[in-house]
């Protein structure tokens, strides 16, 4: 009994013990693991404030860098400027050539939508006047009334040759013609006998005439003469040609005047080639070739004075 009751105690004492080591194992365990969390929560943390920092540092170096990107963009756009306002000014000033002096309108046209162009490319506030400027030349320009000046030229061309191949007038035409026109014989108080043989002489030149006089009906030039009429009609074909070029209305018609008389004192007028080439003549008489070319200085004094600010602004 004693002996039972010596192990029970033991046993007990065992459990006790036991159970304390089980407890201080588990407590420790339980701080082992809270220090492992607390060193990982705290290289997390650290993670977290590297990560902070580099995020930081890119948004500051982001910024550096759009700050950097602005200037470089603002540099180039200057020096894009700096180059591209004197190409707009070249494309201004050789449509104000062209137009004073060439009256070339479908050409001016082109170069000034090039400059509008190259001035939208830009994309700078400070050029919206000479944009304005440019638009209104454009529509003034289109407004004006067209003249196919090409077609006009190509129609004078076909008339010069076409002015060698007219019928002179021939001596046959020209008697017809001066008999058609004489005036009647006015009635006289001659004798019988005198009116008796002046009607048979005429019989007799007339019978004289077409019996022995039977020749190919000459012409009033010769043929050299013909070929200087000739020439010197196509000479005023090329400086009418001149003229349409130039749009010198006044002197494009006196020169189609100077032809129409010229064919109407030589040539056959009874010919259907001749009323061919008059009735052409008389189309191209209608046509009003007349050009007042609108300035455009407006424009062209802007972009200067564009240029001299940019100047100042490097």
Not at 74 to 97: D, F, G, H, V, Y
Request: net charge positive.
């Amino acid at each position: 009994m004693i002996q039972n009751k010596l192990f029970s105690k033991l046993t007990l004492r065992w459990q006790i013990l036991l159970l304390l080591l089980l407890i201080v194992a588990g407590a420790g365990l339980i701080i082992f693991q809270s220090f492992r969390l607390q060193k990982k929560f705290l290289n997390i943390s650290q993670q977290l404030n590297y990560l902070n920092l580099s995020s930081q540092q890119q948004i500051q170096n982001s910024t550096r860098n759009k700050l950097v990107i602005a200037q470089l963009s603002r540099k180039l756009s200057q020096n894009e400027k700096a180059w591209m306002l004197p190409e707009i000014k070249t494309l201004i000033w050789r449509a104000n050539i062209l137009l004073t002096i060439e009256h070339n309108v479908p050409t001016t046209l082109t170069l000034l939508k090039t400059a509008d162009a190259y001035l939208q490319h830009l994309h700078d506030p400070a050029l919206s006047n000479l944009h304005t400027l440019l638009n209104q030349d454009i529509t003034t320009l289109q407004a004006l009334p067209k003249v196919e000046i090409p077609k006009i030229y190509m129609r004078i061309q076909k008339l010069s040759d076409q002015i060698k191949k007219i019928p002179l007038i021939d001596k046959h035409a020209v008697a017809q013609k001066s008999t058609a026109q004489k005036t009647p014989p006015t009635k006289t108080t001659q004798p019988i006998w005198k009116r008796f043989f002046t009607g048979t002489w005429d019989v007799i030149k007339t019978f004289l005439v077409i019996r022995h006089h039977q020749q190919a009906i000459q012409p009033l030039l010769t043929f050299q003469q013909h070929q200087i009429i000739v020439i010197k009609l196509q000479i005023l074909c090329a400086q009418a040609q001149w003229a349409l070029l130039q749009r010198r209305n006044k002197l494009y018609h006196n020169i189609l005047q100077q032809i129409q008389q010229s064919i109407k004192n030589h040539f056959l007028q009874s010919s259907n080639y001749t009323a061919a080439v008059m009735d052409e003549l008389s189309n191209l008489q209608k046509i009003n070739i007349d050009f007042k070319p609108p300035p455009l200085n407006n424009a062209l004094q802007e972009v200067k004075s564009q240029i001299l600010k940019t100047a100042r602004e490097k």
